[in-house]
């Protein structure tokens, strides 16, 4: 009985604390052995790809959430350029490279995407060349991106869609009252 009613309980919160707004995403990476820099430095390419297509697909579902209920933005992501160069160790290091942080060297990400509506009509769409030329000048970043291998790149993309999408996200939340 106890189990039912701590069941009983979560389901309740869940519904009660689900935002009334649920967009979602599907993203599609396209010809990733062709991408200017997606290569990491220990050399588990395989796997560190995999890694970074999950975290970003992720990400581009936790800022479609936003959307209204029933829209769906589809994502078909063509180049990434993370941000860095990959620099020679020397031995120095247990890999071979080290990825090496300097302003020219700025995240850069090029997709095409719709957004559709929930009987597939389609509201935007468009190609996407994102790249951040003052990623650098936030003065926390460093902290945050030892932590989080992609913060630049989800910082660019945040910023691409409160831009892009601000219309839409808007229509999604709950009005004020006076």
Do not use: C
């Not at 995403?25 to 062709?34: G, L, M, R, T």
């Amino acid at each position: 009985m106890r189990t039912l009613s701590m069941t009983a309980l979560a389901l309740v919160s869940a519904m009660l604390f689900t935002p009334a707004h649920a967009g979602e995403a599907k993203v599609n990476f396209e010809k990733v052995d062709d991408y200017t820099d997606f290569e990491p430095a220990n050399g588990l390419e395989e796997r560190y790809q995999k890694r970074l297509m999950e975290e970003l697909t992720g990400y581009f579902n936790e800022l479609s959430a936003d959307l209204p209920d029933g829209q769906t933005l589809a994502v078909t992501v063509t180049d990434i350029d993370l941000t860095g160069r990959l620099e020679p160790t020397f031995g120095e290091s247990t890999s071979n490279f080290i990825r090496v942080v300097r302003s020219i060297d700025f995240p850069t990400m090029d997709f095409n995407y719709s957004l559709t509506d929930s009987n597939g009509s389609v509201i935007k769409q468009e190609d996407v060349e994102l790249k951040d030329m003052s990623f650098d000048f936030d003065t926390m970043a460093t902290k945050r991106s030892r932590s989080d291998d992609l913060y630049y790149e989800k910082k660019m993309l945040k910023d691409w869609f409160r831009k892009t999408f601000s219309e839409q996200v808007a229509s999604s939340q709950p009005a004020e009252s006076a």
